[in-house]
């Protein structure tokens, strides 16, 4: 099993591009999110989706959408990048179980730069 | 707003010494993750506690929960090279597993 794969590793937008960050896994996992890291302030959570044709906003949407529309994939879309979001954006998968059985399996991260 | 303070944020200290890595919070927690993260990956999970005053220990590193559910800990014995890495804790709040709380995370380095 690849677990969660994420694409490009690394991006460099200029100020008003669009851009599309790819999210995949194969674990057949219901639940999936988007996090984005900034130095000092840990992950936050920016949309998250508890399966094909649901989703809902985390900590810190404004900026992006997402859509789910099959279990394996949960692409993030950057309508308009601003330099505040340049950050590391990692996608994770999880069974979504609760009280404590609900582990993420995070991607390798895509580290993205706008100008 | 649940939050999460990690303390410290930086610790640097040599081959052999203990320390200790402490996640505090004013909310209470149905449960708590401690992550860890290796330069350019994602972060890998290590232990979950769920029960108040649980300890839960991964060869040399021991994993507590409050009795309140509110605040974790991480203790290191012996801290080796190998240690050296991003420590996140992450908490499940009560109201659903997908709204994880994360601290801001502990930067640790072991030296030889």
């Known amino acids: 099993n690849a677990g969660v794969t994420q694409t490009p590793k690394f991006q460099v937008l200029k100020t008003g591009q669009s851009m599309t960050l790819q999210c995949a896994q194969d674990m057949n996992h219901e639940y999936m999110s988007w996090y984005r890291q900034d130095p000092g302030m840990g992950l936050r959570l920016i949309h998250y989706?508890?399966?094909?044709?649901?989703?809902d906003q985390g900590e810190v949407p404004n900026g992006y959408n997402v859509s789910r529309s099959t279990t394996e994939d949960f692409p993030l879309r950057l309508l308009s990048a601003a330099p505040s979001q340049t950050s590391v954006y990692f996608c994770?998968?999880?069974?979504?179980?609760?009280?404590?059985?609900?582990?993420?399996?995070f991607g390798p991260g895509t580290r993205l730069t706008v100008l | 707003t649940q939050l999460l303070e990690q303390s410290p944020q930086f610790l640097s200290i040599q081959e052999g010494e203990n320390l200790t890595v402490y996640c505090n919070s004013s909310?209470?927690?149905?449960?708590l993750q401690w992550y860890r993260q290796e330069p350019g990956e994602g972060p890998v999970l290590l232990v979950t506690v769920v029960t108040g005053g649980e300890v839960k220990k991964l060869k040399r590193l021991t994993f507590q929960f409050g009795d309140a559910r509110k605040d974790s800990s991480l203790h290191i014995t012996a801290a080796q090279p190998g240690d050296t890495g991003l420590y996140l804790c992450?908490?499940?709040?009560?109201?659903?597993?997908?709204?994880?709380?994360f601290g801001q995370g502990t930067r640790l380095t072991i030296n030889p």
């Open positions: 992450a908490g499940e709040g009560l109201q659903g597993a997908q709204k994880l709380v």
């Open positions: 989706s508890v399966g094909a044709g649901i989703t």
């Open positions: 909310s209470v927690f149905s449960s």
């Open positions: 994770a998968s999880s069974t979504g179980g609760t009280g404590g059985y609900n582990e993420q399996f």
